[in-house]
């Protein structure tokens, strides 16, 4: 059986090769027939933080299936289920097996208007957006959503989610394909900022589109932390922290992915005048606490309902097969992806 895996050591090279799955199965695991499988980047930092980076790392972890045998205490599933979800930080196996064995509380039922491409190729996007906009600010009816690089999958997503929840949505795009793109979907967005030519005020902008009140909520997928001459950058098209922070309505929440963030005083005294707040998405979370499991399992419920009534129309490249899932993986932990990839077993 194979699988693909990361191998550490001068430089991270990926490659496909044989892995064993053991003859007993747990009492509260499941086997399962991978049918595909997305992948993502390798957060190797945050294995680093956690102490389980290994020499060997699984590779694809967002799965879509069906079960073949259950252990002896499972209650969520039977035999012939269809099933998707995403593997743990320390999974042993690579989602790109032909087969593996699963712990019951990583999967959730996929329905049968979902095919196993789009199961597998929305999972992970989704619970970044369901993470950002209800565990960490609380998106209604009324708000002002600002989703920076909107044309990326997950920004496609959160967008998405966002206008279901009934807000006004803003995005920024990349290029003149990405604005083209974002204002070409339904429900319209507010306003699509196109921030590849570095004319156009980002904070002008958002400011004017919300009467000078400022945006409830933003989304980003990097910030600037300090101001460069350099304008060559592979930042160049994010903004700087202090637009952001300026960009806040009163009781504004900015959910960030910059994990090194890093604020001054002045930037924390106007967070505080506007009664702000500062949220940082890592949808690892749900799996670092038992105490989280209920709720994860909920989301990902939620996550394929919407996606079978078509409230989720993700942006998904045309499946791959596993014999291109080497290369393909190289693309994707340098970034150099816009859609997200799901390989098909």
Known sequence: MKGLFCHMNEDVKFVLQDAELPLALSEYYVKMQVKACALSPLDLELLTDLNILKDSVPVGREIAGVVLEVGSKVTFFQPDDDVVGILPLDAKFSGLSDVILVHEHHLVLKPEKVNWVEAAGTIRDGLCAYTALHALSHVSSGKTVLVLDGASPLGIVTIQLAHHRGAKVLATALSIEDKQYLEQLRPTIARVINMSDGKVDLVESCLEETGGLGVDIILDVGVKLRHT????????????????????????????????????????????????????????VWNLSSAQQGKYLHIMKDIMQKLSIGVFRPQLDDPIPLYEATVSMEMVQKKNIRKRLVIQL
């Open 229 to 284: 001459k350099d304008g060559s950058t592979s930042q160049k098209c994010f903004p700087h922290k202090h637009d952001i922070i300026t960009l806040l309505a009163i009781g504004g929440q900015w959910v960030t992915s910059e994990k090194n963030l890093q604020l001054d005083p002045p930037d924390s005294r106007t967070l505080f005048h506007k009664g702000a707040t500062v949220s940082f998405l890592n949808d690892e």
